[in-house]
């Protein structure tokens, strides 16, 4: 099974940067990128239409009519719509998740962003969340694409990652070190 997976992931990273390459050369990037995530996000959000994309049984016909009806609503670019009904057609459809979210961490590289995540106990307004983002492109002297979650399981403190180096000053890391001190004495 891992074999398929990495079979999948290395698909995946082709097919996204034919679009990265695609789009480029074509000067749609943001415009691509845009709809990308906005397909990304339909996807995450709707439980059906994730099911619907993924089952086997779909017809070609209907998964080509729902990406034009989907064109038509969310006014995708033509560059990017043609992809979608390209994937179709080659029965890799299946991964397009996978490749889009490749395609947008292409783009990402590609302007120098760094991708970081901040978990807090506490929810921070979008004030606070810009300051932070500003204050880690600052410290690591380069664009960062803040990903933040509010997570009150932390119960107090922050969990920062930025590409491989995290801290975490969470209460709860620190109640899970107290722990395993005690266990091992």
Same mark, same amino acid.
């Given at each position: 099974m891992s074999k398929n997976k990495?079979?999948?992931?290395t698909l995946a990273k082709r097919y996204?940067?034919?679009l990265f390459e695609l789009a480029n050369e074509s000067?749609?990037?943001? +415009? !691509?990128?845009?709809?990308? &995530?906005a397909l990304l996000s339909l996807?995450?959000?709707?439980?059906?239409?994730?099911?619907?994309?993924?089952?086997?049984?779909?017809? +070609?016909?209907i998964l080509i009519n729902t990406i034009k009806a989907i064109s038509?609503?969310?006014?995708?670019?033509?560059?990017?719509?043609n992809f979608l009904n390209f994937?179709?057609?080659?029965?890799?459809?299946?991964?397009?998740? +996978?490749?889009?979210?490749?395609?947008?961490?292409?783009?990402?590289?590609k302007r120098g962003e760094i991708k970081a995540e901040i978990k807090s106990a506490k929810a921070l307004t979008p004030l606070e969340v810009d300051k932070i983002?500003?204050?880690?492109?600052?410290?690591?002297?380069?664009?960062i694409k803040l990903n933040y979650i509010h997570d009150q399981n932390l119960?107090?403190?922050?969990? !920062?990652? !930025?590409? &491989?180096?995290?801290?975490?000053?969470?209460?709860?890391?620190?109640?899970? +070190?107290?722990?395993n001190t005690m266990k091992e004495a």
């Open positions: 990495g079979f999948s992931s996204s940067l034919a000067n749609l990037l943001s +415009q !691509v990128e845009k709809n990308s &995530s996807i995450s959000k709707n439980k059906d239409f994730n099911n619907f994309i993924k089952d086997p049984t779909i017809s +070609q016909d038509t609503n969310f006014k995708l670019e033509n560059l990017f719509e994937l179709i057609t080659k029965r890799r459809f299946f991964y397009i998740d +996978q490749i889009l979210k490749n395609f947008v961490e292409t783009c990402s590289e983002t500003e204050e880690l492109s600052n410290n690591f002297s380069s664009k119960i107090g403190g922050l969990i !920062v990652q !930025v590409g &491989s180096t995290m801290i975490d000053t969470s209460i709860k890391n620190k109640l899970l +070190q107290i722990e």
